[in-house]
């Protein structure tokens, strides 16, 4: 379960990295999220009854971090990140905002327990 975490934290950060160098294209990055099935079939690892325990606290947790998110998009849609506004594209940082949130808090959820 961290493995799967880190990667979609990893797949938010570099997504964000390459909207801010490449505009709108840069969306393209999250495709990256699509290899997650083939790498956890290859990967072969069965979480244990803490593991799922501390993975659903995870998902709380980043449901908070992207209503933050969402919040933050309401009250500055002006922000620009690569050339476009945060506005415009609220739907998109917001997945990409549960990403992040989810990889973060779930480290520290892992690391600290």
Do not use: C
């Not at 997504?15 to 999250?30: D, V």
């Not at 099935?37 to 803490?50: A, G, N, Q, S, Y």
């Not at 549960?98 to 690391?111: A, D, P, Q, S, Y």
């Amino acid at each position: 379960m961290l493995f799967r975490l880190m990667y979609e934290g990893a797949v938010g950060v570099i997504t964000l990295a390459a909207i801010s160098i490449f505009g709108e294209k840069g969306f393209a990055a999250f495709a990256l999220l699509a290899l997650l099935p083939v790498i956890w079939r290859v990967v072969k690892i069965k979480p244990d009854e803490r593991e799922l325990q501390l993975f659903y606290q995870t998902n709380s947790w980043a449901l908070f971090v992207t209503i933050l998110a969402m919040f933050a998009i309401y009250k500055h849609p002006e922000i620009i990140i690569g050339g476009m506004a945060v506005g415009d594209m609220w739907f998109l940082f917001s997945v990409l905002a549960m990403l992040v949130g989810r990889g973060l808090v779930g480290l520290l959820i892992f690391r600290l327990r």
